[in-house]
């Protein structure tokens, strides 16, 4: 079973950063793109940020764009988010998902269901 695993998460004044990371426990596996989520108390779960390997694209919620970059390697099936300037409603907690499907070389995978696997998820707090 693919199993993802989020750290890096914690509480950061508003101006602040954070890196999270997400890496793979479990059985190997090979993979098509990854992508950081995020979900607010009583809000949906919301797309933050994407990569896809093939051409090494990245793409970004306009929330979140300018502040955050995603990262990662393909060959450890490994992600990062490095979020600068936080913001109060960067609050959430933060999962990491992985697409093990090909959509395309350019395909943005902005919707949750269009991953496959997702790990537990780390909680990130701004404070004023």
């Known amino acids: 079973q693919v199993q993802l695993v989020e750290s890096g998460g914690g509480l950061v004044q508003a101006g602040g950063s954070l890196r999270l990371s997400c890496a793979p426990s479990?059985?190997?596996?090979?993979?098509?793109?990854m992508g950081w989520f995020r979900q607010a108390p009583g809000k949906e779960r919301e797309f933050v940020a994407g990569?896809?390997?093939?051409?090494?694209?990245?793409y970004y919620a306009d929330s979140v764009k300018g502040r955050f970059t995603i990262s990662g390697d393909k060959a450890k099936n490994t992600v990062y988010l490095q979020m600068n300037n936080l913001k109060l409603e960067d609050t959430a907690v933060y999962y990491c998902a992985v697409d093990v499907s090909a959509k395309g070389t350019h395909y943005r995978r902005l919707i949750a269901s269009e991953y496959d696997y997702w790990g537990q998820g780390t909680q990130v707090t701004v404070s004023s």
């Open positions: 479990g059985r190997t596996f090979s993979s098509y793109a």
């Open positions: 990569i896809t390997w093939s051409g090494g694209s990245t």
